[in-house]
């Protein structure tokens, strides 16, 4: 997957598959919590990967593995400490099989400078979708990376990246992201 990676200097994102790129994670130098603003509103954007894996029901047969490029965007409020994060496929969903275009996770709380928790939801064309069953476990983990200093003098966190996660019996949906 074509991605601005060599851009960020305060994390990176690792692969557990090298066939496919398929992304689990990122990781990095996190922002110090005395680094982080307690105050106002930012916007971060970047790219994400969407990975879409479900379960063949027939012994033998490999299960399906769906990949696709992805825009991410983060808004965080840091006076009351909510952030929400959202991955949008890139381009059309072409991939026989492909369920989802968009991922979000909203209402996730900052502590630190890391986040968690919220509401996940996936889409298609702008429908509610659930790939995984409606008693699918949802997950989301973000962290805030490396700091840097505004105009006026403050910190500020430079770069921020996680993982949405939905996953049962029947497959996984899995987004990454990384955003500035």
């Known amino acids: 997957m074509l991605?601005?990676?060599a851009n960020y200097q305060f994390m990176a994102r690792y692969t557990?598959?090298?066939?496919?790129?398929?992304?689990?994670?990122?990781?990095?130098?996190?922002?110090?919590?005395?680094?982080?603003?307690?105050?106002?509103t930012a916007s971060f954007e970047g790219f994400g990967e969407v990975s879409e894996?479900?379960?063949?029901?027939?012994?033998?047969v490999r299960s399906t593995v769906i990949?696709?490029?992805?825009?991410?965007?983060?808004?965080?409020?840091?006076l009351t400490n909510t952030v929400n994060a959202a991955l949008q496929v890139s381009g059309a969903l072409t991939p026989i099989g492909?369920?989802?275009?968009?991922?979000?996770?909203?209402?996730?709380?900052?502590?630190?400078s890391s986040f968690s928790g919220g509401i996940i939801n996936m889409f298609n064309n702008?429908?509610?979708?659930y790939p995984n069953g409606t008693a699918a476990n949802n997950?989301?983990?973000?962290?805030?990376?490396?700091?840097?200093?505004?105009?006026?003098?403050?910190?500020?966190?430079a770069e921020v990246g996680g993982v949405?996660?939905?996953?049962?019996?029947?497959?996984?949906?899995?987004?990454?992201?990384?955003?500035?």
């Open 67 to 78: 990949d696709h490029v992805a825009s991410s965007t983060v808004d965080v409020n840091f």
């Open 53 to 60: 894996v479900y379960v063949d029901a027939l012994p033998g």
């Open 164 to 180: 949405i996660h939905s996953s049962s019996a029947d497959g996984f949906v899995f987004g990454t992201f990384m955003a500035k």
């Open 126 to 129: 702008g429908e509610r979708v």
């Open 98 to 112: 492909s369920q989802v275009d968009r991922l979000s996770a909203r209402g996730m709380t900052l502590t630190g």
């Open 139 to 157: 997950s989301a983990a973000e962290q805030f990376y490396g700091a840097k200093r505004k105009a006026d003098g403050t910190l500020t966190p």
């Open 3 to 5: 991605t601005d990676q």
């Open 16 to 40: 557990i598959d090298q066939t496919t790129n398929a992304t689990l994670g990122v990781f990095g130098i996190p922002t110090l919590t005395a680094d982080m603003p307690t105050t106002g």
